[in-house]
């Protein structure tokens, strides 16, 4: 999480620099509507949990559709495959047993909303709303690792969460870093259930939006 947090800063401060330095202006216009493909990585857990989960990795891929509103506001929706998910260890009679990490597939329907500054930022703040397509786990022990499918009816089908990140056009794209925090629970009933009691997706995403011309 800490080198998201270092390239986020480092392609503001580039951005930024670009622009007084060298005149720097992006090529594709913010006012005119612009559909691209977007994909990335994202570090993803749970928060209100009853374990301390952890973070881990996934990605995202999809389309995007950028709509100016005025000169300072745009809107972007968005419809993305999503693998998220969260690992923590697990415990028998208060001794350590291993590592479980859930992994959960996801449709998702991003609405953001684009402030534009004066410089090549943007403020981005939004929600979301995912439909679940798949689960499973695996888990590893000192001895022994395996995987397995879950029961998809012991998680909630719908989570829906709200979006915040910093924008930086380029001449034909954008990158955008955000936080995404969601508002549902995951786990229903069942094992599910036992294991993530209140847990809610959360985690950080790094993107790239190509737009085509």
Known sequence: MRRILLLAFGAITLGASAQENSGYYPIYSIHDPHFGITFGPQVTSFHNDPYDSEFQFGFFIGGSLSLPLSKRIGLEPQLLYSRKG??????????????????????????????????????????????????????????????????????EKMDFGL???????????????????????????????????????????????????
């Open 86 to 155: 969260g690992k923590g260890d697990y415990y028998i009679n208060n001794y350590y047993d291993g590592t479980i990490r859930f992994k959960l597939q996801y449709i998702e329907t991003p609405l953001l909303l684009n402030i534009h500054t004066r410089s090549v930022a943007d403020i981005v703040l939004g929600g979301y709303a995912g439909f679940l397509l798949d689960t499973n786990f695996d888990y590893s022990t000192p001895y022994y690792y395996g995987y397995g499918e879950l029961d998809n009816d012991q998680f």
């Open 163 to 213: 979006i915040g990140g910093i924008g930086i056009n380029l001449p034909n794209g954008k990158i955008v870093f955000k936080y995404n925090h969601g508002l549902s629970d995951v786990a229903k009933k069942g094992n599910a259930y036992l294991f993530l009691e209140g847990a809610k997706n959360h985690g950080f995403s790094f993107s790239y939006i190509g737009y085509l011309k």
